[in-house]
């Protein structure tokens, strides 16, 4: 699947192996790492495999930041990161499925 539109680009890649991804042509012209750039893994954990340790610590997950500063509240469960008193958040049994951060370059 390939597909671009100016704003998005679409490359064939295998997430467990970033650097082939990063290393791919289109990404290189695509992205320019100088400026902000976003992450977004979501629902990629059920594709890998239980023997491939798909299940991240925390220490991995905060290495995707480098040396970049993580902003208040840090890395939490999503409905944690910044939420204010009076939002209606329910993540019961899915809590820690799902983590986020924010970090800039200082």
């Not at 992205?31 to 954990?45: E, M, R, T, W």
Request: aromatic share 6%; glycine share 8%.
């Amino acid at each position: 699947m390939r597909s671009s539109n100016g704003v998005t680009t679409v490359v064939e890649g295998d997430l467990r192996r970033p650097g082939e991804i990063l290393d791919n042509a289109e990404v290189a012209e695509f992205l320019d790492f100088g400026k902000p750039v976003g992450l977004l893994l979501v629902s990629v954990l059920h594709h890998v495999n239980d023997d491939e340790d798909p299940w991240r610590s925390r220490a991995e997950i905060m290495s995707y930041f480098g040396d970049m500063e993580l902003l208040e509240p840090g890395l939490v469960p999503l409905a944690d990161w910044r939420s204010q008193p009076d939002d209606l958040i329910r993540q019961d049994l899915t809590r820690y499925n799902v983590v986020a951060g924010v970090a800039c370059r200082t």
